[in-house]
């Protein structure tokens, strides 16, 4: 009956009145002047600082984005590192960070016992295998008797997950668990297992970083579980979640309509009314989410569009070189699908 009260004097309320009450997190950054971003701050391609000490990768560039959308100024904000999934969303509960891009995997188990909201999948990952590149393994399927080393480091269910494929296959393994990053690559230069497991984008990270001679090395072609990595926020604050959701969804969008950094101004100046409208030429776009009409256009101008992003961080443009698969648009066979901004 408490409830039941509590919803019919909430729909008395004015409209404003509401959007107020679930406004705290845009609100409070908007007031600070700057976001707080929490990332891993560790692996390249998704968050890790420069040779100047920027930090830089997809993780990092997404909360650039949103700061680029919210206060107008993608530089507005602090970089605030979490050492393990769970870091981060006690962070977020605290109040310490106002967004967690952490390449953390979104699970049931993390959105049903936390305090934290999922808002899109920013990188479609799974679980695969670095092994030699002498030829003598070319296929997950010839991994059986092999001992496969990994890190359970952050949370990581690398070996429910091999077990899971391993029965699936009629494979079995030998298993050589790590405490973390480093003793995983050291134990494989050493000989010590004879494949390394962990999400693929992680492990490409490995081979272009930790190895001198990163032909040396190869990604089998398998992926065998899936591992959707995204953004979160606090839970229950609605508000915020769709400015952190739409932002997302603005980065695969602009990739879509092919809205870059490099073509904006032509963009601008041309008459295609889905431009026109996503880039607040027409007005519309903010106010539904409390923001201003440009925040598309301040996103690409300042940070680019997806496919921009990817490029640099994981993609031709990085040292990573990791090609997009299902990590495409849509229209090119991947799983990159936004929702209308309209």
């Known amino acids: ?37 929490g990332v891993f701050g560790k692996l390249p391609g998704f968050s890790a600082p420069d040779a100047s000490g920027a930090m830089r990768g997809l993780d990092a560039d997404y909360c650039r984005a ?35 891009a952490r390449n953390v995997t979104l699970t049931l188990s993390r959105d049903g016992a936390q305090p934290v909201t999922p808002v899109g999948i ?34 990581i269910s690398a070996s429910a997950e091999l077990q899971s494929y391993g029965a699936r296959q009629g494979l079995a393994f030998t298993e050589v668990k790590l405490p973390d990053a480093a003793a995983l690559v050291a134990a494989f230069k050493a000989g010590q297992c004879d494949a390394m497991a962990g999400d693929i984008s992680a492990l490409a990270a490995r081979r272009a970083t930790d190895f001198a001679q990163p032909e040396s090395v190869m990604l089998l072609p398998e992926a065998i579980s899936r591992e959707p990595l995204g953004p979160l926020v606090r839970q229950g604050d609605e508000a915020w979640r769709q400015v952190a959701f739409w932002v ?9 309509r092919e809205i ?46 997806y ?9 031709a443009a990085s040292a990573i070189g990791l090609d997009r698969g299902i990590n495409a648009l849509w229209l090119q066979g991947g799983l990159l699908y936004p929702l209308p901004l309209r």
């Open 1 to 37: 009956m408490r409830h039941t009260l509590m919803a019919a004097a909430l729909a008395l309320l004015p409209l404003a009145t509401v959007a107020t009450a679930q406004a705290g997190t845009l609100e409070d950054v908007r007031a600070r002047g700057s976001l707080n971003c």
């Open 122 to 155: 920013l990188f479609h990952d799974g679980q695969g295998f670095l092994v030699p590149a002498d030829g003598k393994v070319t296929t997950a399927q010839q991994l059986g008797g092999k001992r496969i080393c990994f890190t359970e480091a952050g949370g």
């Open 307 to 315: 496919g921009e992003i990817y490029s640099r961080s994981l993609g």
């Open 66 to 100: 949103v700061a680029a959308a919210v206060l107008g100024d993608a530089t507005k904000l602090r970089f605030v590192a979490q050492a393990t999934p769970n870091d981060g969303m006690a962070a977020l509960g605290t109040g310490a960070i106002d967004i967690l």
């Open 260 to 305: 870059t950094s490099a073509t904006l101004t032509a963009s601008l100046q041309g008459s295609d009314p889905v431009a026109r409208r996503l880039l607040g030429l027409t007005p519309g776009i903010g106010e539904p989410i409390g923001l201003a009409d440009d925040w598309v256009l301040q996103v690409v101008r300042q940070v680019g569009n």
């Open 248 to 256: 997302l969804q603005a980065l695969v969008e602009t990739e879509e």
